[in-house]
């Protein structure tokens, strides 16, 4: 008896050997998701994430096998020092060191390009926060700034001739604080010389912000305004921008130092305008790359536009004869962005009718596609998504052009909305308002609709002399009262930047006028009526 009892209990022995504590069971369970994620593609990644995100052991060992994925998904190299605290993510062109603590706590980043390391406040609190998503998203930018060519030496002059460009926008971010008042952001990004300019950081490019529409700065969840303050970085994905960076093309003359200079005073204080370089033999460096302004998100263009960047960079973009009709490029693109925020199924309009339901009205936008008094320059377009240069004088310039665009297609835009099975389309035509959109040129189109008291047409002519500045005229048949003042619809559209909302507002304007106007008739026929009556009851 006492001899099974003393097997039973070395079997038991065993097995407790045999168990692993929790710690211990998690950090093997975090091997096996790093393994299997770094192999896996498609739905697999996706649940193996969910799977490693559930898996919450903090260790030193746990965090040095995230390192290790990160770097294997960026394609990278890694490696761990002595005691797994100096942990290096490198290529043969970067390396990032990140000092850990012993219990997992991560100390440092820095980063090392071709001269001492820098520390990364940015890369620290990704880690810290264990958002290795966001991490490996770095480690593939830095990753990309080298896919030029296959020599190092030309990766390296390749490196700092964008170190010099951005030096060179930086200044003229610094010389735009001069003309614009750095503590109104919305005039820095509308009319800064290179709009709001976010540095590049780690792996994140360098952003320059050029163009934000009101309906940008409106929170859709918490409906109220997003308030842009100074000095602060602004939210992700706001308005249209462009990320700065260098690519591999045909031999081309790249600047291996600043070209924009700006006179400095005794005290040190930058006085007077920027002078430029030209590119000359020595100031420049021959390499198989070009400067690129990738933007964020693609824009329709007119081949009137690119025709002027063309002019300004000496560049051909792209293959201009897969150009459609501007309005439908522009139409196409904006409900291709609205159906990715829709939940519900969405209905594509099969023909230029856009129907916008609005609190109290129905509009129906007809869009004119070409009009004749329209070359084919500017009744054409594509989607842009990246801008060759290859000196740093071409981007102020480029982005005037973008601005300009970007204006005009945010009225276009503005009356495209998403038509679902749970927000149908009007059937009844005497409840909505018809309006003809006939744009005349990039900076002038018209909107014709009929007069809501009378059997006539009446016209809305919109102007953008430039990006901010937009006016607008309306006109009535002679005889006809006028449904607001051309004041009015100005300061609606530049509060707005939205026809359907300029339209209902100056509708509204009549209606209330309107309605003013037979109060005072019946104010003035009731005196009247009451003056009549006294006389007649008068004594003779």
């Not at 790359?289 to 933007?295: D, E, G, K, N, Y």
Request: charged letters at 20%; hydrophobic letters at 35%; one cysteine or more.
């Amino acid at each position: 008896m006492e001899e099974s009892i003393n097997i039973l209990v070395d079997k038991l022995k065993r097995k407790r050997l045999q168990i692993k504590t929790w710690v211990e069971a998690g950090l093997k369970i975090q091997k096996i998701l790093n393994d299997k994620l770094s192999s896996s593609s498609g739905s697999d990644e996706s649940i193996l994430t969910k799977l490693k995100k559930a898996n919450t052991s903090k260790s030193l060992q746990s965090v040095v096998e995230e390192l290790e994925c990160c770097a294997k998904k960026a394609g990278l190299k890694f490696n761990a020092g002595p005691g797994s605290t100096d942990c290096y993510i490198s290529s043969d062109m970067f390396y990032i060191e990140v000092l850990l603590q012993h219990l997992g706590t991560v100390q440092d980043v820095k980063l090392a390009h071709h001269s001492e390391p820098e520390h990364i406040p940015e890369l620290l609190q990704l880690l810290r926060d264990a958002d290795y998503a966001q991490f490996t998203v770095h480690l593939h930018g830095l990753a990309q700034l080298y896919h030029l060519t296959t020599d190092n030496k030309q990766k390296t002059k390749a490196f700092m001739a964008l170190q010099s460009l951005e030096s060179d926008l930086q200044t003229l971010s610094q010389y735009s604080c001069k003309t614009v008042p750095v503590t109104d952001v919305l005039s820095v990004i509308h009319c800064g010389h290179v709009g709001h300019l976010t540095p590049r950081i780690g792996g994140k490019r360098m952003k320059l912000t050029y163009f934000v529409s009101p309906y940008d700065l409106l929170n859709s969840k918490t409906k109220t305004q997003i308030v842009l303050y100074p000095r602060e970085p602004l939210p992700t994905a706001l308005g249209l921008s462009a990320n700065v960076t260098i690519e591999g093309s045909t031999l081309r003359k790249l600047q291996a130092v600043p070209l924009i200079n700006i006179p400095s005073s005794p005290e040190g204080k930058k006085t007077g305008s920027p002078s430029y370089s030209n590119l000359g033999h020595s100031n420049s460096v021959s390499l198989p790359a070009c400067f690129m302004l990738v933007l964020s998100p693609a824009l329709p263009v007119s081949l009137s536009i690119i025709k002027q960047i063309h002019t300004l960079t000496g560049i051909k973009l792209l293959d201009t004869s897969v150009a459609k009709p501007l309005n439908t490029v522009i139409t196409e693109h904006a409900y291709e962005a609205l159906s990715k925020k829709c939940t519900s199924v969405c209905r594509q309009p099969t023909d230029r009718r856009f129907y916008v339901n609005l609190a109290d009205q129905k509009h129906c936008y007809w869009i004119n596609d070409s009009p004749e008094n329209l070359s084919s320059l500017e009744t054409q377009g594509i989607l842009l998504e990246k801008i060759s240069f290859n000196h740093p004088t071409h981007v102020p310039q480029v982005l005037m052009c973008l601005r300009q665009q970007a204006a005009f297609n945010t009225l276009i835009s503005s009356c495209v909305r998403v038509n679902t099975h749970n927000n149908n389309t009007p059937t009844d035509d005497d409840a909505v308002m018809m309006f003809e959109i006939t744009p005349i040129s990039l900076t002038n189109l018209t909107v014709s609709f009929l007069h809501p008291f009378y059997d006539t047409m009446a016209c809305l002519e919109i102007d953008l002399p430039d990006h901010v500045n937009v006016q607008c005229k309306l006109y009535c048949a002679p005889g006809e009262m006028s449904l607001c003042s051309d004041d009015y619809a100005t300061r609606v559209i530049q509060r707005c930047m939205s026809i359907p909302v300029t339209m209902r507002a100056i509708i509204r304007k009549g209606l209330e006028q309107k309605d003013a106007m037979s109060a005072a008739l019946a104010a003035s026929t009731s005196l009247m009526s009451a003056s009549y009556e006294s006389n007649l009851m008068a004594p003779p």
